[in-house]
């Protein structure tokens, strides 16, 4: 699979870095959108999204580089050229919402509604993001045959993608692609109803996606490494008990306390 969307001479477009593209900006007008039922001002949200993108791939480069950094020792400003692959999510995720919190506190928005509503637009960018690991043949699970692939009745573009120095391996991208826009569309759907609560959205993002990406993880061969264990099952695990333990604290509150879709602009500050 060809990795460029085009290339002239030394200048290069990856599809790596397209996607991505795609998905801040996909993700920033469904951030946007959501934001004026609340009468949350664009710029702000914006500039919400900025600080926590960008701080986000930079933890989802150290958090790679961490686990990885025997790629990199020999060469310090490989470390840099990200468009070339090696983000974890988990790490932008952690540096992600740790910005959030920081910008919520000092803007006095309450961060579990911020949060909430930042679920349906991540969703979406990780769906769009996934593809970026097939063009550029990383985030594979094991090696497979071609007639497994075509059991599945992928369209050929996939299966030929799939094939790596001349072998075969499980799509688990397009596995963990589908279950994310899956996702998305379940939280479309839990943030229109009359009572849902706030953190409720945050909590199941937490669990849901803790869990696929356990099970995913078993799947891949690239998973990084901490001793004899795999280090997205070990934080999906930590992940899954931080959701569970969010659901389960907003659920005990009265069916008509602090519910998301209260849209008085009072509700979303401290």
Known sequence: ??????????????????????????????????GKRFNLNNDLLFNL????????ILGARIYYVIFNFNLYKNDLLSIFRIWEGGLAIHGGLIAGIITIAIFCKKNKLRIMRITDMCIAP??????????????????????????HLQSMHLPNFIIEGMKISGIYYEPTFLYESLLCFIGFIGILIIRRLKYVKIGTQTGLYLMYYSVIRFFIESMRTDSLMLGGFKVAQ??????FIIGL????????????????????TNEIKY
């Open 1 to 34: 699979m060809n990795e460029y969307v085009f290339k002239i001479g030394d200048f290069a477009i990856r599809w790596y870095s397209l996607l991505i593209l795609i998905g801040v900006i996909v993700g920033i007008y469904l951030l946007e959108k959501e």
């Open 49 to 56: 999204a900025f600080w926590a993108i960008t701080m986000g």
């Open 122 to 147: 991540l969703l979406f960018a990780q769906a769009i993001g996934r593809w970026g690991n097939f063009f550029n043949g990383e985030a594979h699970g094991a090696a497979t045959s071609l007639e």
């Open 234 to 239: 070990i934080i999906s695990i930590i992940l």
């Open 245 to 264: 333990g969010i659901v389960m604290l907003v659920s005990r509150k009265s069916k008509f306390e602090d519910l998301y879709n209260n849209v008085y």
